[in-house]
């Protein structure tokens, strides 16, 4: 069975940064595209972030380009999202999810995490 832990979710001010983890357990991490989601209270679920298998591709939501930065260590089994520069926008419950495949991809994932708060104050 396939179990996804986020962390490092927490309450900052607008400007500051924070970096999410997400432990992947069950099966060869190294199989998985992974995703970073997030739903903001109120609102449907939306892809942030993802990257390929190898780490090599990657993809974000025009909203974060250029802020948040998507990173995997396969020997860790972890998957990363680096995020600079948080808006008051950015506060929601951030998920990482999985998906046996090669290609990043904003489609559908098999796998979910419980998911992690993030609040930006302004």
Do not use: H
Not at 6 to 11: A, R
Not at 44 to 51: D, L, P
Not at 62 to 78: C, E, L, P, Q, Y
């Amino acid at each position: 069975q396939v179990q996804l832990v986020e962390s490092g979710g927490g309450l900052v001010q607008a400007g500051d940064s924070l970096k999410l983890s997400c432990a992947v357990s069950g099966r060869t991490f190294s199989t998985y595209v992974m995703g970073w989601f997030r739903q903001a209270p109120g609102k449907e679920r939306e892809f942030v972030a993802t990257i390929s298998r190898s780490g090599g591709s990657t993809d974000y939501a025009d909203s974060v380009k250029g802020r948040f930065t998507i990173s995997r260590d396969n020997a860790k089994n972890t998957v990363y999202l680096q995020m600079n520069t948080l808006k008051s926008e950015d506060t929601a419950v951030y998920y990482c999810a999985a998906r046996v495949g090669v290609t990043a991809t904003r489609g559908r994932y098999d796998y979910w995490g419980q998911g992690t708060q993030v609040t930006v104050s302004s």
